[in-house]
């Protein structure tokens, strides 16, 4: 089915592009006609940059690490050379580890921080003032439903999250009088390789296969089923259209009717 290519012309920036929820992201702003960028720490090994540009569109695949300011510059001053602009930036760029308060090694939480919190920040600090400027833009942060429920095996994951989301709201209110919106998307559990693997852990971390602990999961949301990635995108996408600009400030869920 051919899509409305309402984002031609568009610039798309997505961090954490080259798998998962970020790749989902990547591809359905490609469908619908925006030349995009891709950055992440495995971006130039990756075949996302050809699988992009076979929907029409320019793309660019950059390494990136988002705990890192300098490669941040680095990357969207490439972003702004090749392409000249930043209408769109995707945060999907994350991590975690399990770990309870009271054994938490400081390393591992101040990297989950850095990484899904001050990486937010320091894309949208270079991003957004070209949007204010030119009068459009979306920012879209990948948050989790860790934002609102609380697990005690994971605090860093849930802080960082909670903590997304309120930056969100706080960039949300400074780019509205500018055309430009920003949201969060909290998805629950999704089918992806980072989710996966978190699911694996939880399940050894309790004595259980991996199997078992996913189908346990998948029966206890009301429908059934996991969250896809591609549903993810879909929904970054439609935030993306001029009819959505009122939408702004607002925390997504997408979870199949589930709390987690």
Not at 109 to 122: E, M, Q, T
Request: hydrophobic content about 40%.
């Amino acid at each position: 089915m051919n899509k409305e290519k309402f984002l031609q012309g568009r610039v798309a920036i997505v961090t954490g592009g080259t798998s998962g929820i970020g790749k989902a992201v990547a591809l359905a702003l490609a469908e619908i006609g925006a030349n995009v960028a891709i950055g992440s720490r495995s971006a130039e090994k990756s075949s996302c940059q050809t699988e992009i540009e076979a929907k029409g569109v320019k793309a660019l695949a950059m390494t990136l690490d988002v705990s890192s300011s300098d490669s941040v510059e680095t990357f969207c001053n490439n972003v702004f050379k090749t392409f000249g602009k930043v209408d769109i930036l995707v945060n999907a760029a994350g991590i975690t580890y399990l770990h309870k308060i009271c054994e938490h090694p400081d390393q591992d939480w101040y990297r989950i921080i850095d990484v899904n919190l001050n990486g937010i920040y320091r894309t949208i600090k270079f991003c957004l003032p070209g949007m204010i400027e030119r009068k459009w833009g979306r920012i879209i942060n990948i948050a989790s439903t860790a934002a609102s429920v609380g697990n005690p095996n994971v605090p860093a994951y849930c802080a960082s999250k909670a903590a997304v989301v309120g930056l969100t709201r706080c960039v949300a209110l400074e780019g509205a009088p500018h055309g430009v919106s920003c949201n969060a998307i909290s998805p629950g559990w999704v089918e992806t390789e980072l989710g996966k693997n978190a699911m694996r852990e939880f399940a050894e971390s309790e004595g259980r296969s991996f199997a078992e602990y996913f189908e346990e999961v998948k029966q206890s949301y009301p429908q059934k089923r996991i969250i896809q990635p591609q549903e993810i995108g879909e929904l970054a996408a439609f935030l993306c259209r001029d009819e959505a600009v009122g939408m702004t400030m607002q925390e997504l869920t997408v979870s199949a009717g589930s709390l987690w």
